[in-house]
């Protein structure tokens, strides 16, 4: 009497390893002045790297790779990759650690003054900006990636808390200002998800989250767009005045060619991002 027995066998995926991070020298010390502060927890760069959802054919832009933690998660999935570092204790360190990557290229600079518009241009697509950005200089890099919209595609960064808040707040409230304004005017924004300080190295003061940007064209047309810009730091920087004492200062004259005098008597938080656009394209056509 025979049996036969049936063997059920499942094939695993194949995994890649992990490679490891970029190893400092022993004296290395993180620099207050450049605002480092390193993302070391893993299951934090996993759930980071599920957010951005890598393809091959994705070009990427990472302000600032540091020690590599999340180099090392991005390149091996096959996408074309830059790193722009401007610390130069750490950009020979890269690019050696990540040298049998052809995808992989580490630039010593100040992500302030790359061209993007060039890089997109060379690489013949747009491109995804990731990073986790010194904090102090937020506003500075959100305001970089708004002047060259054209080069693109999105934008994820790891910011402070309450600046995440002020980034997606709505009209009516204290948190709602430039931040909100030019990015909702040029992007579909979200938040992802929050970091706690202790994932970090050297630990912040503060606790971070995950924002994403989806560029995109503004929700109606502008006339001028670099007057609009103009006009919402214009008016936000005295937030506290009405629109009509902000744009006497701003435009230099008391004309003010506006039909509806109680628009005038608002302030600027009370409007949404179509009444904003409205009232620049309305002052820019004189």
């Known amino acids: 009497m025979s049996s036969e027995t049936s063997l059920s066998v499942t094939l695993a995926k194949p995994r890649l390893e992990p490679l490891p991070i970029v190893k400092p020298p022993v004296d290395f010390r993180a620099r207050k002045s ?3 502060n390193f993302l070391v927890d893993e299951n934090v760069l996993r759930k980071l790297t ?5 393809k091959p054919e994705d070009a990427f832009i990472e302000i600032g790779p540091g020690l590599g933690a999340l180099t090392k998660h991005i390149l091996p999935l096959g996408c074309d990759y830059t790193g722009i570092e401007i610390d130069g204790r750490l950009v020979p360190l890269l690019r050696e650690q990540f040298a049998a990557f052809p995808n992989c290229k ?7 003054e790359t061209d993007l518009a060039r890089l997109a241009a060379d690489k013949q697509r747009t491109l995804r900006v ?3 950005i010194p904090y102090y200089l937020t506003s500075v890099i959100i305001f970089k990636a708004f002047s060259q919209l054209a080069a693109l595609a999105d934008m994820i960064l790891t910011v402070q808390k309450e600046v995440a808040q002020r980034i997606v707040a709505q009209p009516g409230g204290k948190d709602y200002g430039i931040l909100s304004v030019m990015s909702q005017t040029f992007a579909r924004t979200e938040i992802l998800f929050n ?5 970090f190295r050297p630990k912040p003061e503060v606790d971070s989250t995950v924002v994403r940007w989806r560029f995109q064209p503004s929700p109606q047309p502008l006339v001028d767009e670099d007057f609009f810009i103009a006009m919402v730091k214009a008016i936000f920087g005295q937030r506290r005045k009405t629109l009509r004492r902000s744009l006497v200062g701003f435009l230099d004259t008391n004309d003010l060619p506006i039909a509806d005098p109680a628009l005038l008597e608002r302030r600027p938080e009370t409007l949404a991002i179509s009444e904003l656009i409205d009232l620049a394209n309305i002052l820019r056509r004189g």
């Open 34 to 36: 450049l605002g480092q």
């Open 50 to 54: 599920e957010a951005i959802d890598p």
């Open 106 to 112: 580490i630039l010593h600079e100040d992500f302030r």
């Open 130 to 132: 990731i990073g986790n």
């Open 195 to 199: 970091m706690s300080k202790h994932v």
